[in-house]
């Protein structure tokens, strides 16, 4: 078969690549399963899909060169199998770049933004006659979900997107001009979503939002509720076990989502919230409206309800103008909270973000040395914190099968991975005692198995 640049015909398989964050897994979750109801199937490992959806990100640079370079590999890849796959990007590089990807990329029959693929179904059929297109609207509401089919296949650990972009424009991040503003699902879809997810097979939900504890929803009898109302609600579906939620802002944090942490028993001792900077001359042209003292009385407050919550965070080092003093702040409020996990960056500047054009862009061997630094700070307080589990009897959701043959991986309530000899299935709940740690995981000894 000659290729040519337009792919013709209906693909049979698909393949969707989900890069960056877990709302673009979600969505591309959301994608295979629209894609399925169009009797599209899943491509089988190691074989060449007829649909390639890039469903990318754009937080942090070369993520846009990335994707002109994935295509470019996907194009020369076909031809040299004399197939040639169709290719769509999605996420939030193609909401940012639009049009341009069409004409520096010939081999992209569709570029779909976050807030349009419902309609990717339609514009597979168009490009399977040859016609590309690009949709990257932004509707002021999210009636996508309503769009979507069923939610039907999912893993035991399901995500679920309550709620989608960002109004605190941090000055560093795209965000709020790719995902737009802060928009909630509303609670009855959210329920039956949540629903038809554990009907479906999913154990434990994590709510999803950029800003995920800013949801606001009417609840079944009309009533304002935030989103410890929502968790409140699924904690009532029988067959859920575990509720999760990220990734939350400081100043979103409601009395009542704290309180919930001591209230609500599937809603596991985890929380994710980022603070970037221990400066606060740095939060502040960040735009982050917290300082660093008013965040770790933040987190005081989750402690005293619920001793045992895993905390992790989000950092940037090298911020414009950060001193090595305003570093060494990130320092001691690393020191000072004992982060179970974390995620730490180097500032990359953003266009058409304020950060990118202030004075005193840091360079990048500074950054690296800061980022190595920061780095060592939290993997050895990851590493106390998962030493500091050994000994302790906990359930553990079964996920996955290992790498090495027999074994199987699990989460712990503080989700730290925990790897079992023994056999099991994929959604097993089981009991376990935590008996050895390493810097990202544990071994787990299996006591019993609660459900299966
Ligand atoms: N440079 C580096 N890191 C960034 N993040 C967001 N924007 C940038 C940027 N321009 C990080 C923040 C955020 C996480 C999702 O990505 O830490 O919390
Ligand atoms: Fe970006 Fe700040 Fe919004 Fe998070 S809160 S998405 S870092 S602008």
Redesign the pocket.
Known sequence: MKPTDTPQGAPRTYRVKSFG?QMNVYDGERMGELLEAKGITPAADGEDADLVVLNTCH???KATEKVYSDVGRLVKAGRAAGKKSMIAVAGCVAQAEGEEIMKRSPGVGMVVGPQAYHRLGDMVDRAARGERSTDTDMPENNAKFGALPARRRVSPSAFLTVQEGCDKF?T????PYTRGAEISRPYAELVEEAKRLVEAGAREITLLGQNVNAWRGEDDKGRSTGLDGLIKTLAAIPDLARIRYT?SHPNDMTDGLIAAHGEVDKLMPYLHL?V?SGSDRVLKAMNRSHTAESYLKLLDRFRAVRPDIALSG???VGFPGETEAEFEDTLRIVDAVRYAAA????????PG?P?ATMDGQIPVEVMDERLQRLQAALNRDQLAFNAASVGKTCDVLIERKGRKPGQWLGKSPWLQSVFFDSELAIGDMVRAELVCAGPSSLQGRLLETVTA
Do not use: G, L, N
């Open positions: 964050c937080i942090r640079e941090c560093y991040c795209v965000v990734t980022p970037q989000d950092f940037i995620f730490s960056f180097k500032y990359s500047p953003r973000t950060a």
